[in-house]
């Protein structure tokens, strides 16, 4: 099995996939005028993210999203250590976590609903965690303006954490048009987890009113974001979206000219918020160059480390039970 590029196309969006990661490596939207742009950060082609040079651009991170505190958890009476790679925790996986390995593509449709279905199966004891999982991806077009991700996993012989999330990067305006800072976001949350210095949830669930966190109202990202030290890189709960469908209302994000719109609803009960701190000089798709701040990621997640946090909504998932998780991307004018 290789890795390659798949394409779905409906006439108005376009949207380039590899089966490396089961990524989304390119996403063609119009403006207001017609106009397309590439709005998700990448590389043209697979071998740079075969070559580790991705900080997770457009990936599904797994077997559990985020990060765990020290690589370490238990579970029904057994220890596990994860790989610690991003230190003094484990991060998105480990090693080589979902974002880093072939899936098999099980269904492929390029016709008036297109779509495409990345499977993968992780062995017990890859990366250190418990058990067999079968998971699967599928990415589709429901309708001329929208894309949607249907992931489901399935333990097939011991209780396992799972937590799978996207991990797209996004600038509205276009991937190679500088920072997203005159971006304007509101999150339909008005709480998140507070972090330590590593980073790890304390466990509080605090509100964000009065804070520079608060997004409950639509406001530019930059307005607040030098109160902190490099960035938004924060787990809100998503607690006050309108529901539709099964599906949560979890963020509005505007292009700086207002033309781009992207609204995300999901299933899950958080979002990572991070607005790309520690992107460096990575050089993407048409040698454009990727600094800090070049876009912005809503990763709907369980929430991090919940695995040692027991006042979190657990992850864990019982053999023969089915973790599914869904995020809808509507785009607008």
């Keep these: 099995m290789a890795a390659e590029l798949y394409e779905l196309h409906n006439g108005t969006i376009t949207v380039k996939l590899t089966n490396f990661g089961a990524t989304i490596t390119s996403l063609l939207v119009p403006d207001a ?43 029904n009476g057994a220890d596990y250590s994860l790989y610690i790679n991003n230190p003094p925790n484990s991060l998105h996986g480990g090693k080589i976590g ?22 993968y199966q992780s062995k017990d004891g890859e990366e250190g965690y418990p058990g067999d999982l079968s998971v699967t991806a599928k990415y589709s077009l429901p309708s001329s303006t929208s894309l949607k991700l249907e992931m489901e996993a399935v333990p097939l012989n011991k209780a396992t954490p799972v937590n799978l999330a996207q ?15 005159d971006h304007s976001i509101q999150i339909l949350a ?7 210095k590593n980073l790890i949830p304390t466990g ?44 949560k209302h979890a963020a509005k994000v505007k292009d700086p000219s207002g033309s ?33 701040h070049a876009a912005l990621c809503l990763e709907t997640q369980g929430f991090p480390n919940a695995i040692n946090q ?15 998780h869904t995020m809808l991307f509507e785009f607008s004018t």
């Design 260 to 292: 781009r719109v992207l609204d995300l609803w999901t299933d899950a009960s958080g979002m990572q918020f991070y607005t790309g701190n520690y992107v460096d000089g990575v050089v993407g798709k048409g040698g454009a160059v990727y600094g800090k």
């Design 33 to 75: 005028n017609g106009k397309l742009a590439d709005v998700v950060l990448g590389f043209d082609t697979v071998e740079p993210y075969q070559k580790g040079l991705s900080p997770y651009f457009g990936c599904i991170v797994g077997r559990v999203a985020n990060r765990i505190k020290d690589g370490k958890f238990a579970l």
């Design 98 to 119: 979902f974002d880093k390995v072939l899936w098999e593509v099980t269904e492929y449709n390029n016709n008036m609903f297109p779509s495409i279905t990345f499977e």
């Design 204 to 247: 509080e669930i605090m509100p964000v009113s009065g804070t520079c966190f608060d997004f409950t109202t639509e406001k530019k990202i930059g307005s607040r974001i030098h109160e902190l030290q490099v960035g938004y890189d924060h787990n809100y709960v998503l607690d006050c979206g309108e529901e539709r469908s099964g599906l």
């Design 167 to 181: 991990h797209t990067y996004w600038n509205l305006a276009g991937h190679n048009s500088g920072n997203i800072l």
């Design 190 to 196: 008005s709480h998140l987890t507070p972090v330590d």
């Design 310 to 324: 027991p006042n979190f909504p657990s992850v864990v998932v019982q053999p023969g039970e089915k973790y599914r």
